[in-house]
């Protein structure tokens, strides 16, 4: 599979700053990896047209509200 060029890249986001792209690509679930040294961004038509549509469950490794109880016994 072939990478898309600048000229589809800009037409498939319709920006042509690389890391608007990719966030354009990566929050439309289309598979993509920003190359810093480069400053480009890859992806295929395959991923353009098979976008990942199903979420991927991170857990949190830590609760989001503070333990006010800590305060109480200090």
């Known amino acids: 599979m ?10 498939v986001t319709g ?7 990719y966030r354009v690509l990566i ?9 810093k040294p480069t400053n480009s961004v890859f992806t295929t ?3 353009v047209l098979h976008p990942n549509v199903t979420p991927i469950k991170v857990e949190s490794k830590h609760d989001d509200e503070p333990d ?7």
């Open 15 to 21: 920006y042509q700053i690389p890391s608007q792209q």
């Open 2 to 11: 072939e990478a898309l060029t600048k000229e589809e890249l800009f037409e």
């Open 45 to 47: 038509w395959h991923h």
């Open 68 to 74: 006010f109880g800590a305060l109480r016994s200090a």
């Open 27 to 35: 929050d439309s679930g289309v598979f993509a990896i920003f190359k």
